[in-house]
């Protein structure tokens, strides 16, 4: 076991890891984590584990896994390793989620300011937000089919939860190939209010102004102003924003944990 801070030394760890031959490498944080030590285990035989020390742990949840840190540990070794997707998100792979719009300005508060409130930060941050929201005009291509639309948020998914705790996409798995797309089409607070009350109730998927959708390549291009981006957690600049996603290029111990 070792023990470093920033992003630098977490990927270098895992790299050296990889390259000693071990069969699995735990991150002890939270998703950005994670999304740091994914070059190093791309396309290897070398698994990803988790001990959920961060402020979402969203991959955790979507596991299934206890959040102590020693049970979410015992309960993956339980289960062989799965191969898993992984988005890019310019280029940058990520595990969980890529973002633009209000989602990634929710991402980028929390950062600089909530990060101690732990999992209560993100829907809060929201609420702080929420007199600020106006949609921009954008434009979607996925895979290769083009979507016009004022835009309040797009959220590109590989997993079922929002924040680790919201069914946003119940049947989104993270070994399907595929990422899922929602796209929240809007321009003022009270129709992103009117798109949460529905996602809470699970009215979201016959909404006409929520767009659901499963895509292998989706671009993102503001017509009107950049737009926010992160992935897994971490700000990753504006739009425009090209996400792939590649199958089983990862893989992952504890798959066989999520529910459902």
């Known amino acids: 076991m070792w023990a470093g801070e920033g992003p630098g ?3 270098a760890a895992a790299r050296r890891a990889v390259g000693s031959g071990v069969d699995a490498v735990f991150g002890a944080g939270g998703d950005g984590m994670l999304g740091t030590m994914l070059p190093a285990l791309l396309d290897t035989h070398t698994a990803l584990g988790v001990v959920p020390l961060g402020t979402g742990n969203v ?18 070794l339980e289960w062989p390793a799965h191969r ?3 988005g890019r998100l310019n280029r940058v792979p990520f595990l969980v989620v890529a973002s633009a719009g209000l989602d990634a300005r929710i991402v980028e508060v929390v950062e600089a300011n909530m990060k101690g409130l732990g999992q209560a930060a993100y829907p809060l941050a929201s609420l702080g937000l929420l007199s600020q929201v106006r949609g921009a005009k954008c434009q979607v291509v996925l895979d290769g089919e083009e979507i016009d639309l004022p835009l309040l948020a797009a959220v590109i998914t590989n997993v079922r939860l929002y924040g680790g705790l919201v069914p946003l996409v119940p049947s989104a798995r993270v070994d399907d190939g595929v990422l899922d797309v929602v796209l929240f089409e809007g321009t ?14 699970g009215q979201h998927e016959r909404d006409a102004n929520i767009h ?3 895509a292998r390549s989706i671009r993102i291009v503001s017509r009107h ?3 926010p981006i992160q992935a897994d957690g971490d700000l990753r600049g504006t739009t425009p924003a090209d996400v792939v996603v590649e199958p089983g290029a990862v893989l992952a111990l504890g798959l066989a944990n999520r529910p459902g």
């Not at 991959?59 to 993956?76: I, K, S």
């Not at 003022?188 to 109730?201: R, S």
């Open 9 to 11: 030394w977490t990927l």
């Open 59 to 76: 991959w955790a949840r979507e596991l299934g896994l206890p959040m102590e840190p020693g049970a979410a540990v015992t309960a993956q």
């Open 84 to 86: 898993v997707d992984v």
């Open 188 to 201: 003022d607070p009270f129709q992103l209010a009117a798109h949460v009350a529905k996602v809470l109730a």
């Open 212 to 214: 659901m959708c499963r």
């Open 225 to 227: 102003r950049p737009l």
